[in-house]
Each structure stands twice: as structure tokens, then as C-alpha cells.
């Protein structure tokens, strides 16, 4: 628990940073109300009572502004290098590979795993972003096989959870400090983007149904959901750790039963 709620400090560090870098890029582009499809889009994903913070952040930081992009930009690989520090120092207490060496070593292997992770997500945004009628416009442009149109509505969400899956298998395999291969994650990640999802969909459930932080705590309560939503967040990536741990165990130890059969013979 500990742990997570680390994690989830440095997620908060690292996703204010991100929304100004965020914003500024998305300014350069000519889509009008991008900052409301952009939160409709996190809809899908984080709770609703977290959305004005992230809208407000948005909004106010969304104009083409090259400073802003480049200290956004560069506040963002600080922040979420920071995060990702954290997270290779809590996988390498789960997967028992002691400290993660020095901290040169540790810093570069982050900022690897954040410009890793940062591609993927851009992929993942872009095909949500785009929309499901991307497709069509493709074809009306550049005449592309139809076929393209009907699967693209399907396609986005592919990429979208694919992009999820690789970002998690990316944090195992580079953070956990231990020689294994990328495939070998793929449980682990997969359980934890099924957590992440169910778990924000239940605490979207209760905060709607049973909840009055807005009577409770007034502005703060945006604040609050979101810091528990980042700790989910952590807990679902720990989770998934913990489990490519125990299937690991599992998975020598009936190699090594095997082995002794075969020994006894």
C-alpha cells in the first residue's frame, strides 16, 4: 500500500506537467474544441468527478505557445522519469532484485521507459483522438480500400488497449531488473489493464450512486477522486507484477519437479 500510494504521488507530479505539454501541442493542431473532446475522451477511461480538474488544466494552458511547450515538455520527462524511478524501485522489491543500481543507471533506464511509454501513448490518444470516421476521411482523400472504413471504428480501440498492454509489458520488462523476455509480461500486463479498467469502473459506480464528496469536501473533491483514482492506477501496475512473479514461481517449480522425475527414472 505504501508503495502505491508513492507511485501515485509521482503520477500526480508527472500528469500536471504532461496536460500543460499536452495542451500546448494539441493547440498547434486545427481541430476546434479539442479540450472538450479531449475530456470527453478521458470519460472512457478515469472517473467522471476527476474531469474538472483536468479540464480546467486544459483549457487554460491550451495556446500555441512554443515556451510553454518546451517547459511543459521538458517538466514532463523530469516528473514522469521521477514516477517511473519510483516504479522501478517498487518492481524490483516485488520481482526480489534488490536496489536498482545507481542512481546514473536507474535515471537513464527511466528516462528510457518514459520516452518508451510516452510513444505508445501518443499512439493510443491519436487513434481516440482521431475518431471513429477517421476511415471515411481517408477514403474520401487518398481513396484507400474500404474495407479500412468499417474496420477503423474497431481498429482505434485495438490500438488504444494494445498501446495499455505494451506500456505495461514495456515497465515489467525494462523495471523489473531481471532477464526475461517481453512476452513472457504479457500475463501481468494484461491482468493489470482488466484491474485498472474494472476498478475505475466501479469507483465511477459508487462515486455517482453512493458518494457526496461535493458536499463533504466542496473544491477539493476533484482533487481527492483523482489522487484515489492514481492509486488504483498504481495498484493495478503492482498487481500485475505480482502476478508474472507468482506464474514465474509456479512455472519453476514444475520444472524442477519435472526434472527430478526425470532424474528418479
Known sequence: MTSSAALAFYFLMSLLPFLIFLASALALLPIPHLATRMVKLARHFAPAETMPVMESMLTSTMRSSGKLLSAG????????SNA???ANQSLHT?????????????RMKAISITFAIGGLTTVALSAMLLGPHFGQILEHIFGINHKVVWIWPVMRY???????????EMIYYMGS?????FGKQLPGAFFAVLVWFSSSALLGIYLRRFAY????????ASFIVLMIWLQITAIAILLGAELNVALAKVKNSLENSTGEAVRDR
Open 73 to 80: 515538455f521538458l517538466l514532463t520527462i523530469v516528473a514522469a
Open 84 to 86: 517511473f524511478a519510483a
Open 94 to 106: 516485488i520481482f526480489e532484485k534488490g536496489t536498482p543500481g545507481s542512481f546514473w543507471k536507474s
Open 158 to 168: 485495438v490500438l488504444a488497449v494494445g498501446g495499455a498492454l505494451a506500456s505495461l
Open 177 to 181: 531488473g531481471r532477464s526475461h523476455s
Open 213 to 220: 464528496l461535493n458536499a463533504m469536501y466542496g473544491a477539493l
